[in-house]
């Protein structure tokens, strides 16, 4: 079964919408999570690290402003996409790093991702 | 600048056969090393890891590869299965002031033929 999981996995919405993403840890709980793009034949970029009761670290480039990261509890973070446009249009994609410590059959200090969103700004 | 690449957008292999899967770095930082496997409209599923201080870690029918002197790593499947069909990527583990980053390859598309 799914270890993170990510909704919605599709939204269409109007540009200068703002959207929320949510990414939550089923099996652990996760002190850091990631955002992370991904544009048609490319790879996955990292945005942002969620910290857990802290700031995000964001990547050189991605606007704070834009990519809002709220990391309120230890099994949920939500990206929220605000006054979206066309161009902010992709597949964006969240993981959860396990603990490196601890029982249970999940690979220690590993990110398991979720399924992604699929977001397109008309 | 690409630090992570893998050269193979795409592979074909029969099934029951050996699939090679090749991935190179160019960091020597990189710590850890990852595959994930990836269907589409799906995230990736981490599959197998090797840490930078061994040359071989397998699971099963997936064994991962690493040669530092030469900055690559390679992942095994044999026997190769239609299930397998999917896009692989490797991604190199870094830590940097005190956070754990991942960077991940291009990708390959491997397709297993009956």
Redesign the interface.
């Known amino acids: 079964g799914a270890v993170?999981s990510?909704h919605p996995?599709r939204v269409i919405c109007k540009s200068g919408t703002s959207v929320k993403i949510e990414c939550r840890s089923l099996d652990f709980q996760a002190t850091?999570m990631?955002w992370y793009r991904q544009f048609p034949?490319?790879?996955?970029?990292?945005m942002a690290?969620s910290n857990e009761g802290s700031k995000a670290?964001y990547e050189q480039g991605v606007e704070k402003d834009k990519f809002l990261i709220n990391h309120a509890s230890l099994t949920l973070s939500t990206l929220t996409v605000t006054s979206a446009h066309p161009e902010d249009s992709s597949f964006y994609?969240c993981?959860a790093?396990s603990p490196r410590q601890g029982k249970g059959a999940l690979?220690k200090?590993?990110?398991?991702?979720?399924?992604?969103t699929?977001l397109s700004v008309l | 600048d690409q630090q992570v690449k893998q050269n193979s957008p795409s592979l074909s292999v029969q099934e029951g056969r050996i699939s090679i899967l090749n991935c190179d770095y160019t960091n020597s930082m990189f710590d850890y090393f990852l595959w994930y496997k990836k269907y589409p409209a799906e995230g990736p599923t981490f599959l197998i890891s090797i840490s930078s201080i061994k040359d071989k870690n397998e699971d099963g029918r997936f064994t991962v590869f690493l040669n530092k002197s030469a900055k690559h790593l390679s992942l095994h499947i044999v026997p190769s299965q239609p299930g397998d069909s999917a896009v692989y990527f490797c991604a190199a583990s870094l830590i940097i002031q005190g956070a754990q980053k991942l960077v991940f390859g291009q990708g390959t598309r491997l397709t297993i033929n009956p």
Do not use: E, H
């Open positions: 993170v990510q996995s850091t990631f034949k490319q790879s996955l970029m990292l690290t670290t994609i993981s790093r690979a200090n590993i990110q398991y991702f979720g399924a992604g699929r």
